[in-house]
């Protein structure tokens, strides 16, 4: 597609269940990352895929949180038994590959709030 | 590890004014650093990339600077007006799997 897309762009869930978010990068970007963003804070890496790489989950927060990249492609944010402190924004972004020379492309984030 | 620091935190202008952002980072193996803007509630825009081997990058009434030698990249805005009110966002990717954005910084711009 032209740009990233993120569904759904609001969540609200009850705690302790389950959610599902989805990241679907521009085509044939072969590098993907998943960021949050919570209310007033900066951008808090999470996990970052490259190609058929092992990815990177170094900044995973618990292991309530995986993720998963299916053909390479879309990518699927799974946050378990959802807390409140995991309200927050989750953006995505792709690149070419790390470092490219085309910079690296946001999607409009996915606002999740656990009431 | 790579730290960003974006100065000021916030900035208040009157419509019309030029105005600088900084940031500046402490480890110079870089590929590039990227300049984005971000509106509440929203994702991020890219504004304007600079490859590790250019000084500087233009794009309508702004312009970035980059020394890597230095540490630091400017932003610079041209006869502000009030649709460039947002959080101003660099970030720099490493040698590792990641990048790091700045702190920002958000900018009102006074009608």
């Known amino acids: 597609g032209a740009g990233v897309s993120q569904s759904p762009s609001n969540k609200v869930t009850e705690k302790g269940k389950d959610v599902e978010l989805r990241c679907d990068p521009i085509s044939g970007h072969t590098a993907l990352y998943w960021y949050r963003q919570s209310l007033g804070q900066g951008l808090e890496f999470l996990i970052y895929?490259?190609?058929?790489?092992?990815?990177?989950k170094s900044g995973l927060p618990s292991d309530r949180f995986s993720a998963e990249r299916t053909g390479g492609s879309v990518s699927t944010l799974t946050i378990q038994r959802t807390q409140q402190e995991d309200s927050a924004v989750y953006l995505c972004?792709?690149?070419?590959?790390?470092?490219?020379?085309?910079?690296?492309?946001f999607g409009s984030g996915t606002r999740l709030t656990v009431v | 590890k790579q730290e960003v620091t974006q100065i000021p935190a916030a900035l208040s202008v009157p419509e019309g004014e030029n105005l600088v952002l900084n940031c500046s980072f402490t480890?110079?193996?870089?590929?590039?650093l990227q300049w984005f803007r971000q509106d509440p509630g929203k994702g991020l825009t890219s504004l304007l990339l600079i490859q590790s081997s250019q000084r500087e990058q233009t794009s309508g009434r702004l312009n970035a600077s980059l020394d890597k030698s230095s540490g630091r990249s400017t932003l610079y805005i041209a006869a502000s007006q009030p649709g460039d009110s947002a959080t101003y966002l660099c970030a720099v990717p490493n040698t590792g799997n990641q990048f790091y954005f700045g702190t920002g910084t958000s900018l009102t711009v006074i009608p």
């Open positions: 895929f490259q190609g058929n790489s092992a990815p990177d």
């Open positions: 972004a792709s690149s070419l590959a790390l470092g490219a020379t085309g910079g690296y492309t």
């Open positions: 480890d110079s193996a870089i590929y590039n």
